[in-house]
């Protein structure tokens, strides 16, 4: 497998979130499609003249994030990013742009669409195993941790919402959100998509119940014409109870060592990328119209295409 030379630029996130070094690096340094490199250059375009660098994970403050992303891809270098990618659409749409004129890879940190059970139940559902499916119920709750600054919604909402478009293909047309959880730490997302598919999303974050952070469900269940399919998202995996507390444990690659596969796989052999900037501008999208609707009290349609 040849290795691809990374360079990570940037540790910052919502709150106190550090994805590069909690995540990113040690599933980079684990895999063996990818070497890390580092500089210590406080200029992204210098530093990866002097790393050689091909791919750059950018964890830069969400404020900044549009802007390395941009800088890195006409530095010539493939780009993982973050979760969001950019905080606006104008930002994403610069994105892209950016990316099809340099001719690289820009994945979006979305990294659950490539869970296991995720990635076999959209093979599942392709195949017409349940029929055509007409309705997702999903929960993508989180037990413990710090709560986000910038609201539950902002800082998960993207996840499930990008599971079950990767799930079912089917572009949402219409958000309505309710409040249902204290302080905006849980909201219920009721959504309209394309083809009459409806779905109704729980995402947020538990007051903590357990002894270590964690996710507490991360499930789909689809109702189709021919049968329903239930997804445990959260599977295969085991909970290790240690002398500091309980962790969820499994030997095989996890979401993220899935999606740096996913990566590595686009750059060597050129194909699309299984996630790209029209996926983040989908979600940025849905979770913005959710936004909305929580503010006026009522459902707020999605008019202009996602891609």
């Not at 497998?1 to 540790?11: C, D, E, I, K, N």
Request: charged residues 20%; aromatic residues 4%.
């Amino acid at each position: 497998m040849r290795a691809l030379r990374v360079l990570p630029w940037g540790s910052g996130g919502f709150g106190t979130q550090d994805h590069q070094h909690d995540m990113y690096l040690p599933a980079f340094r684990e895999h063996a499609g990818f070497t890390v490199v580092e500089s210590g250059l406080p200029d992204l375009t210098r530093a990866v003249r002097e790393t050689g660098a091909e791919v750059v994970s950018v964890c830069a403050p969400p404020a900044e994030r549009a802007a390395r992303v941009i800088e890195a891809l006409r530095a010539g270098c493939h780009v993982l990013a973050d979760k969001p990618l950019a905080l606006d659409v104008a930002e994403i749409e610069a994105i892209a742009a950016a990316a099809a004129e340099a001719g690289r890879v820009c994945m979006p940190a979305h990294h659950h669409r490539f869970g296991a059970a995720v990635q076999a139940a959209a093979g599942a559902l392709a195949a017409g195993r349940v029929g055509l499916p007409w309705n997702v119920q999903a929960d993508f709750l989180v037990d413990g941790g710090d709560p986000c600054p910038e609201g539950e919604l902002a800082n998960f909402g993207l996840y499930p919402v990008d599971v079950v478009r990767a799930l079912t293909g089917q572009a949402v047309r219409r958000v309505h959100a309710l409040r249902a959880g204290g302080r905006g730490a849980i909201t219920v997302l009721l959504l309209g998509h394309e083809h009459g598919l409806t779905s109704t999303i729980t995402v947020g974050r538990l007051r903590g119940t357990a002894d270590a952070p964690g996710m507490a469900l991360h499930r789909y269940r689809v109702s189709g014409s021919g049968g329903v399919m239930d997804v445990d998202a959260a599977r295969p995996g085991a909970s290790v109870r240690t002398v500091t507390g309980n962790r969820a444990a499994w030997h095989g690659p996890g979401t993220v060592g899935r999606m740096l596969t996913a990566l590595h796989t686009a750059v060597v052999t050129g194909r699309p990328p299984e996630a790209g900037p029209a996926d983040a501008l989908a979600a940025l999208r849905v979770t913005d119209a959710a936004a909305r609707s929580l503010a006026l009290g009522t459902p707020v349609p999605i008019d202009s295409p996602e891609v």
